[in-house]
């Protein structure tokens, strides 16, 4: 079961007409780090441009119960926005979506996120340029690395987009917590959109 087009369009046009602030303040409080082996079956990761709107329309998702903004795939230990925003540490913006696979699977999961961003765009989603806004899946088990693979595959044999699909498929390995401040952002705060880089 796929999520409607009439929920979906909404959700895909906020994305690519809003982003991170420039503001890259001091973190909120002190980063976690959650790592790829002890996450559980029902979690998912995907970076698919500025995590604030990546949030938002994973938590419009019926039968996802908790989501989580931070930092992954890069190689410095506690990254702040700051030292993210910069683009030099390879992390991605990502989102951390927890599901009751009852309510929705991972499949639908990968529905949703290859129609909130532009798949085809390296580097950069909408008005957000850098490798941090890259498009990719952060598998948690075989079974969502072949899922995502499969998913992949198949919308990239549809033509339906026009161009090559650049998202990695990548295992899951340090997911560091972002600030407080970035946590449900839309929900407190409402959009916002990134400056010209």
Known sequence: MSLPPAVLKPIAAA??????????????????????????????????G????????????????????????GHLDNPTYRDVCADTTGHAEAVLVEYDPAQVSYRQLLDVFWRIH????????GPDIGS????????????????ARASKAALEASGRLGRPIVTEVTPASRFWVAEEYH???????????????
């Open 15 to 48: 994305l690519l007409v809003t982003g991170c602030s420039a503001v890259a303040g001091e973190r909120d409080m002190p980063g976690s780090v959650i790592t790829g082996d002890t996450l559980r079956n029902d979690t998912a990761m995907f970076a698919a």
């Open 118 to 125: 532009d798949p085809t765009t390296p580097d950069r989603q």
């Open 183 to 197: 946590q449900r952002y839309h929900e407190k705060r409402g959009g916002g959109s990134c400056p010209a880089r």
């Open 132 to 147: 941090q806004y890259r498009s990719a899946i952060f598998y948690t088990s075989a079974a969502q690395r072949d899922s």
């Open 50 to 73: 500025c995590f604030w709107g990546v949030e938002a329309a994973f938590r419009a998702v019926a039968g996802v119960t908790a989501t989580t903004v931070g930092y992954t795939g």
